[in-house]
């Protein structure tokens, strides 16, 4: 089967995609969320939980299609003062030698649309700066192997 390497955590503006998950992910922001804030945003469970789930989202034939050997892939979104994931995008990383636009480029994004729209619009605890909430954007990069 398939699986799912996380290579870090990143930060960085979260864009637009096409492709709409549910909830809020294809929603733009008007302000795309603070870089490095005093608490970054808690996925409900922690960040390993958020990790796991992708996993096994990316992993399951039922919860959408399961990718092979497809590098790695960047998942961008915001996470906002209201605790809700946003602006998600889904692209390949600059070393990704796969285009979005083969056969295996394009199963590559739906694996991981599908994997966002299960996991991400959970609601998170948002990032503080200065005691109060604000939006953070998010970047996970992803190998799928």
Known sequence: MGAVLFSGLGLQAAAAQDDPPRN????????????LPEQMPQFPGGFAKL????ETSLKDPSKGPVVHNAGCWMVRFTVGADGEARAASVEPSPSNKISVNSPE???????LWSALKTVVPAPWKPGMQAGKPVAVAIELPLTLY
């Open 24 to 35: 809020r992910l294809n929603e733009k922001v008007k302000e795309p969320g603070i870089l």
């Open 51 to 54: 990790l796991d789930e992708l």
């Open 105 to 111: 480029g394009k199963a590559a994004q739906r694996a």
